[in-house]
């Protein structure tokens, strides 16, 4: 009987099945690295097959940059830049408006308070004026009941109430 021969295995070849063990064939004394597609290699599946060719097929474009739209399709803004500027305008707009109008009530407010402010001022002044008055007419008052009682020249009328 003769002796049991290993199976030959040809570079890029692949295994017919996946329970089939793979050999490694050394080359020149180095092992191939894992993962390392060999040319010639036959792809497991036919769609590997197909994504090969259509990457190798398609031509090598560079990525395109959000930023720089115009630049790309060669035209003017996009429609969505468009849009935002619009956005943006309209933004602004209601903005400056709310604040002028809050501005505007804001300082009619305080015109309003610095006239009620001017007014009761100047109530106050006069409350304050016509306090002093009366307080020297009461004093004026207390010094006449004073040389009044203090008197002795005249008639003692308390006795004849």
Same mark, same amino acid.
């Given at each position: ?6 199976? !030959? *295995?040809?570079?890029?070849? %692949? ?9 490694? +064939?050394? $080359?020149?004394?180095? #092992?191939?690295? #894992?993962?390392?597609? +060999?040319? =010639? ?17 398609r ?15 060669g035209?003017?803004?996009?429609l ?7 956005? $943006?305008?309209?933004?602004?707009? #209601? *903005? ?14 305080? =015109?309003?308070?610095?006239? %009620? ?10 409350? /304050?004026? !016509?306090?002093?008055?009366a ?5 004026? *008052? /207390?010094? $006449? ?5 203090? !008197? ?10």
């Amino acid at each position: 009987m003769a002796a049991p021969r290993p199976p !030959c *295995v040809v570079p890029g070849e %692949a295994s017919e099945s996946d329970s089939e063990p793979e050999l490694l +064939v050394e $080359t020149a004394g180095e #092992a191939p690295a #894992a993962g390392l597609k +060999v040319p =010639g290699e036959a792809s497991e599946t036919d769609e590997e097959e197909e994504e090969e060719e259509e990457e190798q097929q398609r031509p090598k474009t560079p990525p395109v940059l959000a930023e720089e739209p115009a630049a790309v399709w060669g035209g003017g803004p996009s429609l969505l830049q468009q849009r935002l500027r619009e956005g $943006t305008g309209r933004l602004r707009g #209601a *903005v400056g408006s709310a604040l002028r109008q809050s501005y505007g009530s804001a300082a009619r407010s305080l =015109g309003g308070l610095g006239g %009620a402010l001017g007014r009761a001022q100047v109530t106050a002044a006069a409350a /304050a004026h !016509c306090l002093r008055l009366a307080r020297r007419d009461l004093r004026a *008052v /207390a010094d $006449t009941i004073d040389i009044v009682t203090a !008197c002795h020249l005249l008639p003692d009328i308390r006795g004849q109430l």
